[in-house]
């Protein structure tokens, strides 16, 4: 699943930061831990086969927040 299979259109940004640094389109997996969590896991989506064991982030329930939130 990637944020553009949710139907909203990627966000151009312009940005100095996005000078220095790589930018990566990201897929993401939802999953049920146990009966009351969840955990995000984030990994790029052109991985190659032998960086995919490593090329990951995986937050648990407590670390998400709504992006209504935060802008």
Do not use: G, H
């Given at each position: 699943m990637s944020s553009a299979d949710e139907g909203d259109s990627p966000v151009a940004l312009d940005s100095p930061a996005l000078d220095r640094w790589p930018t990566y389109t990201l897929e993401y997996t939802i999953e049920a831990v146990g009966s009351d969590g969840e955990q995000c896991?984030?990994?790029?989506?052109?991985?190659?086969?032998?960086?995919?064991?490593?090329?990951?982030?995986?937050?648990e329930d407590g670390a998400?927040?709504?992006?209504?939130e935060i802008q």
């Open positions: 896991t984030m990994y790029p989506s052109d991985i190659d086969e032998e960086d995919e064991l490593t090329a990951w982030i995986t937050a998400f927040v709504a992006i209504d």
